[in-house]
């Protein structure tokens, strides 16, 4: 059974940074961080393929990096000038080749003004 384990979430205030972990058990194509936030639709965040192309939301690019090491099978999310909107349950996606889609448990995230 794939896994995938987030951490690093917490409260920070806001113009502060977070690092964000997801340690799979196995190697996936496309990696991917989605959040939740009350009231709303999970919403991608950003993406990234084993080869290195990433996606991000207009709401967070420039503000926030993607990046994944690939030896470790672990996905990382960078997070800099935190807004109070940014407050959700952030989640580890992965994409199989095969239209296989797994999620992991969820991390919370919370900024203060």
């Known amino acids: 059974q794939v896994q995938l384990v987030e951490s690093g979430g917490g409260l920070v205030q806001a113009g502060g940074s977070l690092r964000l972990s997801c340690a799979a058990s196995?190697?996936?194509?496309?990696m991917g961080w989605y959040r939740q936030a009350p009231g709303n639709k999970r919403e991608l965040v950003a993406s990234v393929t084993s080869g290195g192309t990433t996606r991000y939301a207009d709401f967070v690019k420039g503000r926030f990096t993607i990046s994944r090491d690939n030896a470790k099978k672990t996905l990382y999310l960078q997070m800099n000038s935190l807004k109070p909107e940014d407050t959700a349950i952030y989640y580890c996606?992965?994409?199989?080749?095969?239209?296989?889609?797994?999620w992991g448990q969820g991390t919370q995230v919370t900024v203060s003004s």
């Open positions: 196995v190697s996936i194509n496309t």
């Open positions: 996606n992965g994409k199989g080749n095969w239209g296989q889609e797994y």
